[in-house]
């Protein structure tokens, strides 16, 4: 069973960058696909990057071009690198695992991150 924590956060000025981590443990996240998740108040959790254990990736229209989701078998960690922020970026980022190659997959969380970008 695998335990995510989130780490990177904080506050950013419009256009600025961060790159948030999502370090695993208990598990190897070479064997999950794995996604970025984000919640701003009042509005339900979408997908922001997803990242299949083939690395094919996926990313949500509003953030194409600007995020960029990657994976680092040897840390057990997955990023997500923020360019060009904006201000409707901010929320709080999720980290989720899933492990597919079971007959009834699951999903894992992380804590979350807070995510400002404000001037």
């Known amino acids: 069973q695998v335990q995510l924590v989130e780490s990177g956060g904080g506050l950013v000025q419009p256009g600025g960058s961060l790159r948030l981590s999502c370090a695993a443990s208990?598990?190897?996240?070479?064997?999950?696909?794995m996604g970025w998740y984000r919640q701003a108040p009042g509005k339900q959790r979408e997908l922001v990057a997803g990242i299949s254990t083939s690395d094919s990736t996926n990313y949500a229209d509003s953030v194409k071009g600007r995020f960029t989701i990657s994976r680092d078998n040897a840390k057990n960690t997955v990023y997500l690198q923020m360019n060009s922020l904006k201000p409707e970026d901010t929320a709080v980022y999720y980290c989720?695992?899933?492990?597919?190659?079971?007959?009834?997959?699951?999903?894992?969380w992380g804590q979350g991150t807070q995510v400002t970008v404000s001037s």
């Open positions: 989720k695992a899933r492990n597919e190659l079971v007959l009834r997959p699951r999903d894992y």
């Open positions: 208990g598990d190897a996240v070479s064997i999950y696909s």
